[in-house]
Structures are given as C-alpha cells and as structure tokens.
C-alpha cells in the first residue's frame, strides 16, 4: 500500500473510531423506543442544524452537483438554492405549527386532519421516498470511496450500507445527531478544500473562462422549467420530510427550532456554489470522461492530508444521511404499522427491537439500486418530489383545513405516487419535470373533493 493511501486509511480510522466512540457511549439512550427515535430531546439549534444540513449536503447531492456542473456550468447550484429557500420557509410557515401539533410524524399531522387512511398512505409514501433518496446517497459515497480507496465500487456500496446499520441500530437519535454535528463540520471544509484545490490545479477562474464555454457561466442556463422544478422538489422535501420533523420536535421551543432552519439556509447556497465549480474545473482539466466521475477523480487527485479530511467528510455525510433516512423509516413503520397492529401490548422492549430490524431492512434494501444508479442528482430529486405531495396536504391541513375532504387527500397521495414514479421512469417526458405532477396530484384531488363534497358542517368532514 503507498503513503498515500496509508494517510488516507489512518485518517479514516481515527475519525469513525472516534463516531464509534460517540455511538458507544450514548447507547443507553437507545434502551427504549422514545429514546431510539428522539434521543432525549432538548438538543441545541446548532446540533439540530447540523443534523438536516448533514443529510441534504450528503454525497448525493455534492457529487451530483458538480457532476451537473462539468455538464451544464454554475447553474448547477441553483439545487442548492432551492433547499436554502426551503429551509428559510420551513422556519417562516410550519415550525411554529409542527411544535404546536403535538405530532411527531408526517403522517400523524395528517392523519390528524383527514383520517386513519391518509396516515398510511403518506407513511408508506414517505419510507418509499426516503429509500430512493438512500439509492442516491449510496451510490455517490461508493463512486468516491471506490476512486480513493482503489476498491471496487459495488464491494464499496456494500461496506458503507452495513456501517451504517449497524451504528445507528446501535445509538439511534442521539448518536445521529452528535455524529452528524461533526459529518457536517468535516464536510463542509472538505468541500472548500476541494475547490481549493480544483482552482489551483486547473489555473483559476480566468482559465475556465477561457476554456469553457460562455455558457457554462450562464446562472440559468438549466432553464427556468428545471429551476422551478428544483424549486418545488426542494422546498416540499424540506416541508415533509420525517427526520426534520423529528429534529425539529427536538428543540426546547419554535425560536430555537426556527434558528436551527436559518443556519442551514445560510450554509446551502455556498455549498451549492462551491461544489459546480468543483465540476467546471474538473470538466477543464478531464474534458470528455463520465460526468459522475468529475468528484470523485478530482478528490483521487487531491494531496493526501486534503484528500483524507474530504473524503472522510463525504463518508461521514453519507453515513449521516443514511442514517437520518433509514431511522426515519423505522420510526414511521413501528408507530404506524407495527404497534398498532402487531404490539398492542405496547411492550417497549418488542418496538425497540422492531425497530433495530427495521434499521437494517431499510438501510440494505437500497443497496441493489444503488449498484446501478449513475443519474444521481435526478434521482435524489425524484425523492424529494415525492415529498412535495405531503407538502403540499400538510399546507392545507394547518392553512385551509376546511378545503377538500380526507377521500380527496386519500387520493391526491395514490394518483401522486403513480404519477410521479412513472413519469420519472418514462424520463420526464416532454423535459417536464416529475416534480410538477407531485405537486399537482393533491392539488387536483382536493380541489375536485371540495367541488363535490356535501354541504355538511366541518365538524362531520372526518366521516365523509
């Protein structure tokens, strides 16, 4: 093995020796199933906002990014523009009223407002979209663990997805939140190093002005059908999605909740920036190789120290994102399907261990996609469109709680479901983006419900 690998090795060592530590010593807070899913709660706006910037800075997105900025140029980053916005409008709209409600759980608040029936479609919705968001996330922290470590990249896949079930099997909520505090710090000064670097290597801004095409330069050369379709993905991701629910509820008070949102709004659009010019200097210096590889071969060039602090930056967020998802969907699943059905003993002892068994069920089974994704941007956003459509009936159910009726929310989430998926895997036909039939499908639904529903009281909705 040469020097250079042995750095970068021993780096990685001493780094998740260090989270293994962390996980260890906060094991007794995972005893029980409130404890596993919340981990104790009370936790500080700068751990909370470490948390959700962990996962939506995860190697999905960063390597998706700059894989669009060696294609298309700067607007690569408009992906990341699009969830600071989300998050500055998360803080704004719905802190305030998820803190309020008492729930714990997208399909609690919306089980809430329209019936039992919606709990379960938006449940299964959810872990659906959390999984394909984990295909993304393994496949890019694979291509870049298999370029530096010179593995191969499905044996790289396979060892990320079982380190990260077991250590958050093992520490739960608590330990995804301390870890992710420090997966977020790491990453966040790999990148700059990263570009740090791409900058020197490739000659500087004014060589890639000279070498690039003038419209790689161009801030909405993507198109504004693609910028709003990131708009829209990003914004009802961040809107609905379960662990920053969870993170959320984790705070004292709104103002602390509401501070968490703002510092990671602050932190995406110089993420978004950074990791495009990543691409745009990668596509200077290997002009002509596979976009996905502008990341993960800039990084295999990189000096070792540098390269070590990046890629144990791009690991760690990979396992942080994992495990944000796949604690997620454990939690939907024993609070929705396996206590009410199948524990109504409500033994804690039988949830705790569901839910270790749901961690790894939902942490492995993305792994065979994973081995055969390469769009990972797209895909990461299929995703978060899916999420848009339990944005969009959370909206109404703290807004207009009077619009529509329970069938229509009912059915706003299957024809989305269906639709969304669909078109994604017919490749967005006519370039329309799947984002926009995620957000019309409840749209539809509920306006189509409220033509037609009878002209009971709002109290008997429920019944409907």
Not at 76 to 99: D, E, H, I, R
Not at 146 to 175: D, E, F, Q
Not at 294 to 310: D, E, G, N, Q
Not at 360 to 367: E, I, K, R, S
């Amino acid at each position: 093995m040469d020097t250079r690998l042995m750095i970068i090795g021993g780096v990685m060592v001493a780094y998740f020796g260090l989270m293994s530590w962390i996980t260890y010593s906060v094991r007794k807070h995972a005893n029980s199933s409130e404890g596993m899913t919340a981990g104790g709660r009370n936790f500080p706006a700068y751990l909370i906002g470490a948390l959700m910037l962990s996962e939506f800075i995860g190697s999905s997105v960063s390597i998706g990014t700059a894989q669009k900025g060696y294609e298309i140029g700067i607007s690569a980053a408009w992906n990341l523009v699009a969830l600071s916005l989300g998050f500055l409008l998360l803080a704004v709209v719905l802190v305030k009223k998820f803190k309020e409600s008492g729930q714990t759980t997208i399909s609690g608040i919306l089980a809430a407002a329209y019936g039992e029936p919606v709990r379960y479609a938006a449940s299964v919705l959810t872990i659906v979209a959390l999984s394909i968001v984990a295909v993304a996330l393994y496949a890019g922290g694979g291509a870049v663990l298999a370029a530096v470590l010179h593995i191969n990249k499905s044996l790289a896949i396979l060892l990320v997805g079982a380190i990260t079930v077991i250590y958050v099997s093992l520490g739960g909520m608590r330990s995804v939140v301390y870890t992710n505090f420090a997966h977020a710090i790491v990453k966040y000064v790999g990148v700059m190093l990263a570009l740090a670097y791409a900058l020197e290597a490739s000659g500087g801004i004014a060589t890639l002005q000279a070498q690039l095409p003038a419209q790689m330069f161009n801030w909405t050369e993507i198109g504004w059908g693609q910028i709003v379709a990131w708009m829209i993905g990003g914004i009802g991701s961040i809107f609905a999605t379960q662990y920053v629910i969870q993170a959320l509820v984790g705070t004292d008070n709104p103002a602390v909740a509401r501070r968490a949102c703002y510092y990671v709004s602050s932190l995406m659009i110089p993420f978004g920036l950074m990791a495009a010019l990543i691409g745009m200097c990668s596509a200077v210096m290997w002009p002509g190789m596979k976009s996905i590889d502008a990341f993960p071969k800039l990084i295999a060039h990189m000096p070792a120290f540098s390269a070590s602090i990046m890629v144990v930056g791009l690991a760690g967020a990979l396992f942080g994102g994992i495990s944000a998802t796949t604690l997620a969907s454990a939690t939907l699943a024993m609070k929705d399907f396996y206590n009410p059905f199948f524990n109504k003993a409500k033994s804690d002892a039988r949830s705790v261990l569901f839910l270790r068994v749901a961690i790894a069920v939902t942490g492995l089974l993305p792994l065979v996609l994973a081995l055969y994704a390469e769009k990972l941007l797209m895909i990461a956003f299929l995703g978060k469109a899916l999420r848009a459509t339990l944005a969009v009936l959370i909206l109404m159910a703290f807004y207009a709680p009077k619009f529509g009726t329970p069938r229509g929310a009912f059915a706003g989430v299957i024809l989305s479901v269906i639709a969304t998926i669909g078109w994604f895997l017919a490749g967005n036909p006519f370039g329309v983006d799947s984002s926009y039939l995620a957000l019309a499908g409840p749209v539809l639904t509920m306006g189509i419900s409220e033509l037609f529903k009878p002209g009971a009281p709002a109290t008997s909705r429920h019944s409907a």
